[in-house]
């Protein structure tokens, strides 16, 4: 047989012994010196010449035969070493040649050192037989192999709606924006299928060469997590709609909402309006009404003195009269024709043609923009960015623009300090009284019916102490929630006047002349502008 690996083998008789070596083939490995010697030691001969060998191994590329010893030695049999890989995945042999006259492995024997070394799986059955037939010395053989645990994958959801939310309005050529593409509403018919579940995989264990097993990774499974108007397939794959309607995805929930449409005004015809889904009106808002909804909120006439509050977006084509009473708030993103005289506060973004002397809060950006584009009057929030054409007037009109803080967090701390205050007083003035109860007491002049108050006021002292010490650990909450936005600007595409009020992270700058093309940010502690 051709061999890979130079090996030898051994002729021994009473009188001398004989190596017979044969080079290695191809690519195949040379002997190692030091397992040479080990084979020999291991056999009693001891008076070998290993300078000698080692010449023999290097130089010769030729089968040959040296006379290693002049004495003669006991006859070697076959024998084989074993040895398991760290990760026991492979058992590995190498087989050592008998002498002249020793004797072969067995396969018995062969599989005997195999139960002794508690290697039970994944024998590579061929490599036995193979050795059996045609031996192979001096090389690593894979006598078993384990298997791998192939992995498997989590469950995923696939949404077949659109879940981008920041869709916005079309600014069209002449400075107007366009309501009519906002492309920010998935729109459903009823048997839509909005999701599909990819199932998870658990993936096949594996099993290494001692016959343990090896299991795969965990993985996660997924359902859907839904609202009203939805069923599930019979298989749990499915998610479909069963009405027509709209598709949101809140976090990890999926809604579908149907739209209640109001053809005309909100006014006495209707009354306040109350609905988990979505609410459009053809008409307008009218004053002291009230539109409350899960969904968004869609107006194509004009919103005047009233109250608007959406789980989502608020869209109104004609913008707000708000006449300082109405209140505008929304969990998503709000788009107006023009804000004036309102209270608006939206967790996304703002655009607008226009604002006029409202009080408005986002935790997006705002962007006014459109042939107006102008801030006027009032007090404009924003955690991220300010935009507008202008801001302020000529005249001076008290503005005040501000970025960097979430203006939700701000309210909050101004709510949890003007409680703090009026507890306080409350505490120093009930204090006061059950001082003066007790003097009153301890002088017999107290009357039957104050004696309840000193309880009932200590009673109200305690309470308020408590609420104060929660209030105190609420507020230090809010004010590490209040940290600085590094990235918050205002820009002005046009002019910023005088008198304008710019905040940024709670640094303040009042503007002395009018400006042009310019950004404010936050530098180094301070307020810096650029040309933009």
């Given at each position: 047989m051709?061999?890979?690996?130079?090996y030898?083998?051994?002729?021994?008789?009473?009188s001398?012994?004989?190596?017979?070596?044969?080079?290695?083939?191809?690519?195949?490995?040379?002997?190692?010196?030091?397992?040479?010697?080990?084979?020999?030691?291991?056999?009693?001969?001891?008076?070998?010449?290993?300078?000698?060998?080692?010449?023999?191994?290097?130089?010769?590329?030729?089968?040959?035969r040296?006379?290693?010893?002049?004495k003669?030695?006991?006859?070697?049999?076959e024998?084989?070493?074993l040895?398991v890989?760290?990760?026991?995945m492979?058992?590995?042999?190498?087989f050592?040649?008998?002498s002249?006259?020793?004797?072969?492995?067995t396969?018995?024997?062969?599989?005997?050192?195999?139960?002794?070394?508690?290697?039970?799986?994944g024998?590579?059955?061929?490599?036995?037989q193979?050795?059996?037939?045609?031996?192979?010395?001096f090389?690593?053989?894979?006598?078993?192999?384990?298997?791998?645990?192939?992995?498997?994958?989590?469950g995923?959801?696939?949404?077949?709606?659109?879940?981008?939310?920041?869709?916005?309005?079309?600014?069209?050529?002449?400075?107007?924006?366009?309501?009519?593409?906002?492309n920010?509403?998935?729109?459903?018919?009823?048997?839509?299928?909005?999701?599909?579940?990819?199932?998870?995989?658990?993936?096949?264990?594996?099993?290494?060469?001692f016959?343990?097993?090896?299991r795969?990774?965990?993985?996660?499974k997924?359902?859907f997590?839904?609202?009203?108007n939805?069923?599930v397939?019979?298989?749990?794959?499915?998610?479909?709609?069963?009405?027509?309607?709209?598709?949101?995805?809140?976090?990890?929930?999926?809604f579908?909402?149907?739209?209640?449409?109001v053809?005309?005004?909100?006014?006495?015809?209707?009354?306040?309006?109350e609905?988990?889904?979505?609410?459009?009106?053809?008409g307008?808002?009218?004053?002291?009404f009230?539109i409350?909804?899960g969904?968004?909120?869609?107006?194509?006439?004009?919103?005047?003195?009233?109250?608007l509050?959406?789980g989502?977006?608020?869209?109104?084509?004609?913008?707000?009269?708000g006449?300082?009473?109405?209140?505008?708030?929304?969990v998503?993103?709000?788009?107006?024709?023009?804000?004036?005289?309102?209270n608006?506060?939206?967790?996304?973004?703002?655009?607008?043609?226009?604002?006029?002397?409202?009080?408005?809060?986002?935790?997006?950006?705002?962007?006014?923009?459109?042939?107006?584009?102008?801030?006027?009057g009032?007090?404009?929030?924003?955690?991220?960015?300010?935009?507008?054409?202008?801001?302020?007037?000529?005249m001076?009109?008290?503005t005040?623009?501000e970025v960097?803080?979430?203006?939700t967090?701000q309210?909050?701390?101004?709510?949890?300090?003007?409680?703090?205050?009026?507890?306080?007083?409350?505490?120093?003035?009930?204090?006061?009284?059950?001082?003066?109860?007790?003097?009153?007491?301890?002088m017999?002049t107290?009357t039957?019916d104050?004696?309840?108050?000193?309880?009932?006021?200590?009673?109200?002292?305690?309470?308020?102490?408590?609420?104060i010490?929660?209030?105190?650990?609420?507020?230090?909450?809010k004010?590490?929630?209040a940290?600085?936005?590094?990235?918050?600007?205002?820009?002005v595409?046009?002019?910023i006047?005088?008198?304008?009020?710019?905040?940024?992270s709670?640094?303040?700058?009042?503007?002395n002349?009018?400006?042009?093309h310019?950004?404010?940010?936050k530098?180094?502690?301070?307020?810096v502008?650029?040309v933009?």
């Amino acid at each position: 047989m051709q061999y890979k690996n130079s090996y030898f083998t051994l002729d021994i008789d009473e009188s001398q012994v004989y190596m017979n070596f044969y080079p290695a083939v191809s690519d195949g490995e040379k002997l190692k010196i030091a397992e040479v010697s080990g084979y020999l030691d291991r056999a009693g001969i001891k008076d070998y010449d290993l300078k000698v060998i080692n010449d023999l191994i290097v130089n010769s590329d030729q089968p040959s035969r040296l006379k290693i010893s002049s004495k003669g030695a006991a006859q070697i049999d076959e024998r084989m070493e074993l040895k398991v890989t760290s990760d026991a995945m492979y058992a590995i042999v190498r087989f050592f040649p008998p002498s002249n006259r020793g004797k072969r492995i067995t396969e018995s024997e062969i599989r005997k050192d195999l139960e002794y070394h508690k290697v039970k799986y994944g024998i590579t059955e061929d490599k036995i037989q193979e050795h059996m037939a045609e031996p192979e010395y001096f090389r690593n053989i894979i006598l078993a192999m384990g298997t791998a645990p192939v992995q498997g994958h989590d469950g995923k959801i696939n949404y077949r709606f659109n879940t981008d939310k920041k869709a916005r309005p079309k600014l069209n050529e002449d400075g107007t924006v366009d309501f009519h593409k906002l492309n920010n509403i998935s729109h459903v018919r009823k048997g839509d299928v909005l999701a599909v579940i990819t199932p998870a995989d658990k993936g096949t264990p594996g099993c290494n060469v001692f016959g343990v097993e090896l299991r795969p990774d965990k993985v996660v499974k997924v359902n859907f997590n839904k609202g009203n108007n939805l069923a599930v397939s019979e298989d749990g794959l499915q998610l479909i709609s069963m009405v027509d309607g709209y598709a949101t995805l809140e976090g990890d929930k999926i809604f579908v909402s149907d739209v209640y449409d109001v053809p005309a005004d909100v006014d006495n015809s209707t009354g306040d309006i109350e609905f988990n889904g979505s609410v459009v009106v053809h008409g307008n808002v009218r004053t002291g009404f009230c539109i409350k909804c899960g969904g968004n909120i869609e107006v194509y006439g004009v919103v005047e003195g009233a109250d608007l509050d959406a789980g989502g977006d608020i869209i109104l084509h004609r913008g707000v009269q708000g006449m300082s009473r109405c209140q505008i708030h929304a969990v998503g993103n709000l788009v107006s024709k023009f804000i004036e005289s309102a209270n608006v506060s939206v967790d996304g973004y703002i655009n607008a043609d226009s604002i006029l002397n409202s009080q408005i809060s986002a935790h997006g950006d705002i962007v006014v923009s459109g042939k107006g584009g102008s801030i006027i009057g009032g007090n404009v929030r924003s955690t991220t960015l300010i935009e507008a054409s202008t801001i302020g007037t000529p005249m001076g009109v008290a503005t005040s623009v501000e970025v960097g803080v979430d203006p939700t967090v701000q309210d909050r701390i101004k709510e949890i300090d003007a409680m703090i205050k009026d507890k306080t007083a409350e505490i120093e003035k009930l204090s006061q009284l059950v001082t003066v109860f007790r003097k009153k007491q301890e002088m017999g002049t107290l009357t039957p019916d104050k004696l309840p108050m000193i309880a009932q006021f200590t009673k109200t002292i305690i309470l308020d102490k408590t609420d104060i010490k929660e209030l105190m650990i609420e507020r230090e909450a809010k004010e590490e929630l209040a940290g600085e936005n590094v990235d918050a600007k205002i820009r002005v595409v046009k002019d910023i006047h005088q008198g304008t009020k710019i905040t940024i992270s709670g640094d303040i700058m009042i503007l002395n002349d009018k400006y042009t093309h310019c950004q404010y940010s936050k530098r180094d502690g301070e307020i810096v502008s650029s040309v933009w």
